[in-house]
């Protein structure tokens, strides 16, 4: 069974830094496109990051800040997303999401192209 479980959220002060983690379960981490999303309250779920399959090779939003970065672990199946210098406007449900369809080409920062989806994990950025 294909299966992403998010963890590494929580209450972090203006300025601080949280590092996300996805564990993939039931596929190799490196066999799809595979990023990080989130949904703040009372927006549409935006793309933060994105893996391609394979060559790991990065996509990032043009309006994702640098203070982000996507990372993965094959030998432990893990996708990291190590977000620093945090801002308010952070805040949100950050979901782990993997392209299972056999997309080849560059990761797709489009939500509606991911098949699989965790639970997400709250991430509260606030003094």
């Known amino acids: 069974q294909f299966q992403l479980v998010e963890s590494g959220g929580g209450l972090v002060q203006p300025g601080g830094s949280l590092r996300l983690s996805c564990l993939t379960s039931?596929?190799?981490?490196?066999?799809?496109?595979i990023g990080w999303f989130r949904q703040a309250p009372g927006k549409e779920r935006e793309a933060v990051a994105c893996l391609q399959r394979f060559s790991g090779k990065r996509n990032y939003p043009d309006s994702m800040p640098g203070r982000f970065a996507i990372s993965r672990d094959n030998a432990n199946n893990m996708v990291y997303l190590q977000m620093n210098d945090l801002k308010p406007e952070d805040t949100g449900i950050y979901y782990c999401?993997?392209?299972?369809?056999?997309?080849?080409?560059?990761?797709?920062?489009?939500?509606?192209?991911?098949?699989?989806w965790g639970d997400g994990t709250q991430v509260t950025v606030s003094s």
């Open positions: 999401a993997a392209d299972t369809g056999g997309y080849v080409g560059t990761c797709r920062l489009i939500p509606d192209v991911m098949t699989l």
């Open positions: 039931g596929f190799t981490v490196n066999s799809y496109n």
